[in-house]
């Protein structure tokens, strides 16, 4: 299985369920797996998170996020982020 067709599925079922996580939904070469969150979409940009969040103020970007973390390098690292 392809890793844009395990974000497919999992983003289908998110989406669908509008609950839920995906654990390793999506990868990064200098991360590794990466799991996905419904979450909250929040009352503003400044708060929410998750797959809710991007589902109500960046709908045009969820399909492109294997290819958008693939652009991606990592510019820091602490304990809890990165």
């Known amino acids: 299985m392809t890793r844009q067709t395990v974000w497919a599925e999992a983003r289908d079922r998110l989406l669908a369920d509008q609950g839920g996580e995906a654990a390793g939904a999506l990868w990064h070469r200098d991360v590794g797996p990466i799991d996905v969150r419904w979450g909250e979409p929040g009352t503003g940009k400044s ?3 998750g797959l809710a969040k991007l589902a109500k103020f960046h709908p ?23």
Do not use: S
Request: negative net charge; aromatic residues 4%.
């Open 47 to 49: 708060d929410g998170y």
């Open 60 to 82: 045009e970007v969820i399909d492109q996020l294997p290819q958008l973390l693939a652009d991606m390098e990592v510019m820091k690292r602490t304990a809890n982020r990165i």
